[in-house]
């Protein structure tokens, strides 16, 4: 009878969690150059060595290059599941460890001109990462343009990278005014990048969280830093990412401590789901 217990307590436990939706978190920067897909590409990675399924789905339309970080090739791209041509599993690339990444490509800017017809089934087609992972990460485009606000509006968790430089920091709190004008209930958390010290990264949440508060009244969290390191490049060279290529280094280490903060103290669940979340995406791209 005990044992009968516990096997029917596991399959509620295994059912709670097939049912449970996963975490959508859009990785945004307020301008190019900050480092954004590195570190979507590495954290995603990160939590796949976390034991959680994970798919990446690449979203800089201007810059899509996950695949180049990655070392892979996508024969087809989110374009072709609008089209109704490939299933979402038939585009997606199998990444180092299990990551799966979706090739958004051109498909994003076709979304805005499906029919609703068309939105549903292409909606009940991407259901599949609903079933099958426990965090979606949108690695989106860089500033504050129509298709990228598209989809740092539609999630419940951003991460805004950026750099110490002043423009950087400019562009950051550009960003986050925007989300927190439209969505003052969005989870925000910056991760500074490049530099030459933890108190450096502390000094740029610092300094953003100052301004926020003095004209927002509001503040936001602080995911961590990644140090300026030569491993970073010399993995883009290599076209392996660093925390596989160089697990020991600064920049690896500082990912774990960003992947603890992400399962640690923004333990939270995105309510909304997948079907949701497209179609706030989807009426923010046609206004």
């Known amino acids: 009878m005990f044992m009968g217990d516990q096997a029917e307590a596991l399959r509620r436990m295994v059912n709670r969690k097939t049912r449970s939706k996963p975490r959508v978190i859009a990785v945004t920067s307020g301008k190019g150059g900050v480092g954004k897909t590195n570190v979507s590409v590495n954290l995603a990675l990160k939590l796949v060595q976390s034991g959680y399924k994970v798919v990446l789905?690449?979203?800089?339309?201007?810059?899509?290059?996950?695949?180049?970080?990655?070392?892979?090739?996508?024969?087809?791209?989110?374009?072709?599941?609008?089209?109704?041509?490939?299933?979402?599993?038939?585009?997606m690339i199998d990444g180092p460890l299990g990551l799966k990444v979706l090739p958004g490509g051109s498909g994003v800017y076709d979304l805005a001109n499906l029919s609703?017809?068309?939105l549903q089934e292409f909606i009940n087609a991407l259901?599949?990462?609903?079933?099958n992972f426990d965090f979606v990460i949108i690695d989106t485009g860089a500033g504050l343009h129509k298709t990228v606000l598209s989809f740092v509006l539609s999630v419940e968790e951003v991460l805004v990278v950026t750099t110490p430089?002043?423009?950087?920091?400019?562009?950051?709190?550009?960003?986050?005014?925007?989300?927190?004008?439209?969505n003052p209930n969005?989870?925000?958390?910056?991760?500074?990048?490049?530099?030459?010290?933890?108190?450096?990264?502390?000094?740029?949440?610092?300094?953003?969280n100052l301004v926020l508060k003095q004209f927002m009244n509001c503040?936001?969290?602080?995911?961590?830093?990644?140090?300026?390191?030569?491993?970073?490049?010399?993995?883009?060279?290599?076209?392996?990412?660093?925390?596989?290529?160089?697990?020991s280094s600064l920049a690896s280490r500082?990912?774990?401590?960003?992947?603890?903060?992400?399962?640690?103290?923004?333990?939270?669940r995105n309510e909304?789901?997948?079907?949701?979340?497209?179609?706030?995406m989807y009426s923010l791209l046609q206004k």
Do not use: H
């Open 272 to 280: 909304t789901g997948i079907r949701a979340f497209f179609n706030k």
């Open 186 to 208: 969005t989870s925000v958390s910056i991760i500074a990048n490049m530099v030459s010290s933890p108190s450096d990264g502390d000094g740029v949440a610092r300094k953003l």
């Open 165 to 182: 430089e002043p423009t950087a920091l400019t562009d950051a709190y550009g960003m986050i005014k925007v989300i927190k004008q439209q």
């Open 116 to 118: 609703q017809w068309r």
């Open 219 to 247: 503040e936001v969290g602080y995911a961590g830093c990644v140090m300026l390191d030569d491993s970073v490049s010399r993995s883009v060279v290599e076209q392996s990412p660093f925390v596989l290529s160089y697990p």
């Open 254 to 268: 500082s990912i774990d401590k960003i992947a603890q903060y992400l399962l640690g103290e923004t333990k939270r």
């Open 127 to 131: 259901m599949v990462l609903e079933r």
């Open 57 to 91: 789905f690449d979203a800089d339309l201007g810059l899509a290059n996950v695949d180049i970080v990655l070392g892979l090739a996508p024969a087809f791209t989110l374009a072709d599941v609008l089209k109704g041509n490939k299933s979402v599993e038939e585009i």
